[in-house]
């Protein structure tokens, strides 16, 4: 909609129609698909985030055994015998194929570091970490290997090994199909370096044979993945995505006494606060507003930084898509999740605002997808409300 002003600072990702990995430009809104079923998803709404793998575009790797790996990149091979098969492009996702072979001469099996040893990224104690890698088997197969995974060492300054926090196992299940695998660790109380490495665990004496395709690592600060955020040299920032109406694009159909919005939505995560619509005067002290509250679904009036209107419903899971309606008017407040029950607030006032945010509250994002969203200049009926959102 040409009300809606959309900034980004930097490029950032999605999947078109197609299912092909696509870069959008500087301020360029992103409307993603599920590249597995090609169903759309909506504007792709996230916060700001770096990925501190310098390299996941495979830059300076040569084919050959065993090849020049792409800079950066260090494998440990308990023995095995290493091919670098070649590079590619696949729907967009650059990858490299990796081939291991062989006998195991000592326990361990296959690590993958596709940023080095240790030292390369600085954490800090207690931060999440998401790691993320595209994934699939494209010869030989998993016989002898006793598990895969995903998996971030952590160090004290030295470096000092502490331990191997694993954020994600079973990670070729999708067998020859390129897959994203993901997951997230909490570091530990004297972390202040992280690794991550893609693991084929195996024992001495057996022997392997595969062909892995790897595609687009990534190791960002966060409890759950983002988009993929490309890399050749150095660790790269996607900024934030924000949207909004401001002006006469929000005063020309805003009705400050009374209206409903309704809300189609999914997000990547659930677990903590996600601002979904906010209607505000430039502060949080006057806004009216649709958030997930670590699960739960609200919709909230405040006044002077006073909750006038707080209706609170049914749980949300992550990347679940949810349809939710609220209206607003004098003391008479009502909201439904998914055609459920209705949930309704009498002692409400009315903030004055002049501006709408879609996916943001000017601090915190919603980091997902809106498909829709719709306003009425009126309080409309309950069961309207609730065949909204049917």
Do not use: H
């Not at 994600?168 to 067998?175: K, P, V």
């Not at 392997?208 to 600060?221: F, K, V, Y």
């Not at 006057?286 to 739960?296: K, M, T, V």
């Not at 998914?338 to 004055?352: L, S």
Request: charged share 10%; with cysteine; net charge neutral.
């Amino acid at each position: 909609d040409s009300r809606i002003t959309f900034t980004r600072g930097s490029t950032a990702t999605f999947f078109d129609s197609t299912g092909t990995l696509q870069t959008a430009a500087v301020n360029a809104a992103r409307f993603d698909t599920n590249p597995a079923t090609l169903a759309p998803l909506g504007l792709l709404i996230e916060e700001q985030r770096t990925n501190s793998i310098r390299n996941n575009t495979m830059q300076g790797a040569v084919a050959g055994t065993p090849g020049t790996l792409p800079t950066n990149w260090v494998t440990a091979l308990s023995g095995l015998t290493q091919t670098v098969v070649g590079t590619g492009t696949q729907n967009g996702i650059t990858y490299i194929d990796l081939r291991f072979n062989g006998t195991t001469t000592i326990a361990g099996g296959i690590q993958i570091k596709p940023d080095g040893n240790a030292g390369a990224i600085a954490a800090t104690a207690s931060q999440a970490w998401a790691m993320s890698s595209w994934i699939a088997i494209v010869g030989g197969s998993t016989a002898n290997t006793t598990g895969q995974r995903l998996v971030v060492n952590e160090y004290s300054a030295g470096p000092t090994y502490l331990r191997t926090a694993v954020v994600a196992t079973n990670i070729l299940a999708s067998g020859s199909t390129l897959t994203r695998v993901s997951g997230a660790i909490t570091t530990g109380a004297s972390t202040t370096i992280v690794e991550p490495i893609i693991i084929l665990d195996a024992n001495s004496g057996v022997a392997i044979d595969i062909t892995l395709r790897i595609g687009l690592p990534q190791l960002e600060q966060g409890a759950f993945a983002t988009s993929v955020i490309p890399t050749t040299t150095t660790a790269l920032t996607r900024s934030a995505d924000v949207a909004d109406i401001t002006g006469t694009n929000f005063s020309s159909w805003y009705n400050a006494s009374e209206g409903t919005f309704a809300a189609f939505a999914s997000l990547l995560s659930a677990s903590t606060y996600r601002p979904i619509i906010q209607s505000d005067d430039g502060t949080t002290n006057n806004r009216i507003y649709i958030d997930c509250n670590s699960g739960p679904i609200r919709a909230v009036s405040s006044v002077s930084g006073s909750n006038q209107c707080l209706i609170s419903l049914n749980s949300v899971s992550a990347n679940t898509p949810f349809k939710v309606a609220s209206a607003f008017k004098l003391n008479d407040c009502a909201a439904s999740l998914n055609a459920g029950i209705v949930g309704t607030d009498t002692t409400a006032t009315m903030p004055t605002v002049d501006r709408l945010r879609l996916g943001f509250d000017a601090v915190n994002y919603m980091n997902g997808y809106l498909q829709r969203i719709s306003y009425y200049p009126r309080r409309l009926p309950d069961s309207t409300l609730q065949a909204l959102t049917s």
